[in-house]
């Protein structure tokens, strides 16, 4: 069982790492955006200091030694989160947020693996734990999985922070109100039909008691059969596609985004192999055609995690931080690039799931 003051642990290990300089905050600073096309809310973070040193984000891809089979003892806030023996909790060594932790595997399972109900279950535990009563501090759980996630350690791992204060994630809005349901051939998952990006999310039940590892793994199974059919229906156009996707949980919803790019820049000048058969208005108003790309105006520089799905995007050079502070729609523009066209309305036979 999670120590039921775990957030407390969490604070004063992180204080007494900041102390003794074994965490690194990141110098960032936040702005608050809209885009007017979408309504999507965004919270930029401009990094600047990550141009410089673009390795200080806590996750090395050239580090060929697993950094969480013996992490820091001054980063290890318990090496048994939830008593079981499963999973440790560290501190993320070089965070844009404070109290950035990592839920790690105690076994060595690959990034690339799907969730267990066990790792689903123990995240929901800790997002139970982390939240207060009033919902006035929030948590999110996010697991980026496959290379294009923007994941770039292969021990298999959840990450966790707080979410600000006063900022609503688009898909807050998308479950407002609606009821925990099961996807079926008459109900499919939500999607906002106004961003670009392919996504699904479910409504999770209110009381944290109502959540067990069976609901958990179905909502989750569930999505994730959808978000695969992107990679079966496009791996003949692009036969070097590796199946990438990105999870993002609270205690309210679960939200899958299936990934066909890490990094905008990889898709610069780049066509989309295949419209999905999707014409709707929001993808040609959103990418109309490859005058957008040809525009060096319209193309920014961003590496993008499951982060960037809830509307919270890390930008390091001054460049496309002005050119997204003009233009907060190529937020939108590059979470597409990054991802799929959005579904919106397709029925389950029109996407062979």
């Not at 965490?23 to 007017?36: A, C, E, P, R, V």
């Not at 290890?76 to 595997?105: C, Q, R, S």
């Not at 070097?240 to 309210?252: E, H, Q």
């Not at 590496?303 to 729609?329: C, F, H, R, W």
Request: one cysteine or more.
């Amino acid at each position: 069982m999670i120590d039921s003051n775990i957030s407390e642990l969490i604070h004063q290990k992180y204080e007494n790492a900041i102390a003794n300089g074994s965490l690194k905050l990141t110098k960032s600073s936040s702005k608050k955006l809209k885009d007017s096309l979408t309504g999507m809310p965004y919270l930029v973070h401009f990094a600047p200091v990550l141009a410089e040193k673009p390795k200080s984000n806590g996750e090395q891809s050239d580090n060929k030694e697993d950094p969480f089979e013996n992490p820091d003892e001054d980063l290890l806030i318990t090496p048994d989160l939830n008593g079981d023996g499963a999973y440790k909790l560290l501190l993320n060594k070089y965070p844009i947020v404070p109290e950035h932790t990592l839920l790690v595997t105690n076994n060595y399972q690959h990034q690339s693996s799907a969730l267990t109900p066990q790792d689903l279950m123990i995240a929901y535990k800790y997002l139970c734990k982390m939240d207060d009563e009033d919902e006035n501090i929030r948590h999110l759980v996010f697991y980026n999985s496959g290379p294009q996630s923007g994941s770039s350690q292969n021990h298999k791992h959840l990450q966790s922070f707080r979410i600000p204060s006063n900022f609503k994630m688009f898909q807050d809005k998308l479950c407002s109100g609606k009821e925990h349901f099961l996807p079926n051939i008459k109900d499919e998952p939500l999607q906002d039909d106004k961003v670009a990006f392919a996504h699904f999310v479910l409504p999770l039940p209110e009381d944290c008691n109502s959540v067990d590892e069976d609901l958990l793994a179905m909502c989750y199974f569930s999505l994730l059969q959808r978000t695969l059919t992107f990679f079966q229906d496009w791996l003949n156009e692009t036969p070097n596609m590796v199946r990438s996707y990105n999870v993002l949980l609270t205690k309210n919803w679960i939200c899958l985004v299936p990934r066909s790019h890490a990094k905008t820049t990889d898709v610069k000048h780049e066509p989309k192999a295949k419209d999905n058969d999707n014409d709707d208005k929001k993808t040609n108003d959103n990418n109309d055609d490859d005058n957008d790309d040809d525009d060096d105006s319209m193309n920014v520089d961003l590496s993008i995690n499951a982060t960037g799905y809830a509307g919270m995007v890390l930008v390091k050079d001054q460049e496309s931080y002005d050119k997204i502070l003009a233009n907060p729609d190529l937020i939108d523009k590059s979470l597409f690039e990054c991802g799929f066209p959005n579904t919106s309305g397709k029925r389950p036979t029109e996407y062979h799931y």
